[in-house]
């Protein structure tokens, strides 16, 4: 069974940094390519950013170009999101997930919360 769990949320000011991790487990992770998504409060689920299968290529949303970066290991089935220039905007739950999962997506992990206020 396909278990994602994300970490590394909390609480942080303006302008500060985070790294988010996402450990995927029961699933083809190094052969799928994955996406960082988030969802505020009374807002629809949005694309953060995406990753190839290898690490190759990446995507990112204009709103957090050029401060957020995607990686991923193989090796560890992990996947991490390092979010530098932190805006209130950015407040959301921080959820990872294989590229075009749909809400309907049935193995969406709890997500980790972002705070960012001061």
């Known amino acids: 069974q396909v278990q994602l769990v994300e970490s590394g949320g909390g609480l942080v000011q303006p302008g500060g940094s985070l790294r988010l991790s996402c450990a995927a487990s029961g699933s083809t992770f190094s052969s799928d390519a994955m996406s960082w998504y988030r969802q505020a409060p009374g807002k629809e689920r949005e694309l953060v950013a995406a990753i190839g299968s290898a690490g190759g290529s990446t995507y990112y949303a204009d709103s957090v170009k050029g401060r957020f970066t995607i990686t991923r290991d193989n090796a560890k089935n992990t996947m991490y999101l390092q979010m530098n220039s932190l805006k209130p905007e950015d407040t959301a739950v921080y959820y990872c997930?294989?590229?075009?999962?749909?809400?309907?997506?049935?193995?969406w992990g709890q997500g980790t919360q972002v705070t960012v206020s001061s």
């Open positions: 997930a294989p590229q075009g999962a749909t809400p309907e997506y049935e193995y």
